[in-house]
T-cell receptor, first 115, second 112 residues
Framework: ETGVTQSPTHLIKTRGQQVTLRCSSQ?????VSWYQQALGQGPQFIFQ???????GRGNFPPRFSGLQFPNYSSELNVNALELDDSALYLC??????????????FGPGTRLLVL | AQSVTQLGSHVSVSEGALVLLRCNYS??????LFWYVQYPNQGLQLLLK??????LVKGINGFEAEFKKSETSFHLTKPSAHMSDAAEYFC??????????FGTGTRLLVSP
C-alpha cells in the first residue's frame, strides 16, 4: 500500500507568480484535504475534495484553488503569490474503510518560498 | 465550533522520564480527537486517535492518550522518553465535514 506522495518537495517563486502543487492520495482513499503550515504554527485547513468536488473550504482567498482527478490525485493552485504564502503545504488523504474513514494520512509536504 | 488548546509550546524531559503533553478541546458534539507527530522537515504522522469506545487509546512508539469528557482533555503520555521522541506534537479535533482543526503544537525536547 503506497502512502501519500507530494511533488515537488521544495519550490522557490517570486511574488505575483503562480504555483501548482501535486498530491497522490493513498490507495483506496477518495478524499484529499490541503493544509498550509506557516513556520512555527499548526496546519490550517485550506480545502477538501471528495470525488472530484470541493467539499469544504477554510478561510483562504479565491486565489487558492484546487482540483481532484478521477484517480483521486489532486492539485493545489495558488495565483498571484504573496510573501505570506511561504509555508509548508500538506496534503492528506482519507476515506478508506468505513472503520477508518475519518482518519487523514499526510504526505511529506511541499515547502514553498516566495521571494 | 471545535477547537483545541495545547498547553506549553515547549516541554523538556530527560531520557527515561515520563512524557506528558496536554491538550484540551472544545466541541459541541462528541469529538473525534487525534495526536500527530512531526519530525523536522517532514509531514505529519498519526500517533493515535479517539473516535468512540475505550477512552484509553494506545498508539505507536509507546504513546497513549486518555479521553476525559468531564475535563474536556486528551493528554498524550509516554512512560519513558527516548531521544528519538524529540519532535513537534499536534493535537487535533475533526469537524463535521472532516476538516482537522489543529492546536499550535508542543515541541518535545529530550536531553540525555
Amino acid at each position: 500500500e503506497t502512502g501519500v506522495t507530494q511533488s515537488p518537495t521544495h519550490l522557490i517563486k517570486t511574488r505575483g507568480q503562480q504555483v501548482t502543487l501535486r498530491c497522490s492520495s493513498q490507495s483506496g482513499h477518495n478524499t484529499v484535504s490541503w493544509y498550509q503550515q506557516a513556520l512555527g504554527q499548526g496546519p490550517q485547513f485550506i480545502f477538501q475534495y471528495y470525488r472530484e468536488e470541493e467539499n469544504g473550504r477554510g478561510n483562504f482567498p479565491p486565489r487558492f484553488s484546487g482540483l481532484q482527478f478521477p484517480n483521486y490525485s489532486s492539485e493545489l493552485n495558488v495565483n498571484a503569490l504573496e510573501l505570506d504564502d511561504s509555508a509548508l503545504y500538506l496534503c492528506a488523504s482519507s476515506g478508506g474503510t468505513s472503520a477508518n474513514q475519518e482518519t487523514q494520512y499526510f504526505g511529506p509536504g511541499t515547502r514553498l518560498l516566495v521571494l | 465550533a471545535q477547537s483545541v488548546t495545547q498547553l506549553g509550546s515547549h516541554v523538556s524531559v530527560s531520557e527515561g522520564a515520563l512524557v506528558l503533553l496536554r491538550c484540551n478541546y472544545s466541541s459541541s458534539v462528541p469529538p473525534y480527537l487525534f495526536w500527530y507527530v512531526q519530525y523536522p522537515n517532514q509531514g505529519l504522522q498519526l500517533l493515535l486517535k479517539y473516535t468512540t469506545g475505550a477512552t484509553l487509546v494506545k498508539g505507536i512508539n509507546g504513546f497513549e492518550a486518555e479521553f476525559k469528557k468531564s475535563e474536556t482533555s486528551f493528554h498524550l503520555t509516554k512512560p519513558s522518553a527516548h531521544m528519538s521522541d524529540a519532535a513537534e506534537y499536534f493535537c487535533a479535533v475533526i469537524t463535521g465535514f472532516q476538516k482537522l482543526v489543529f492546536g499550535t503544537g508542543t515541541r518535545l525536547l529530550v536531553s540525555p
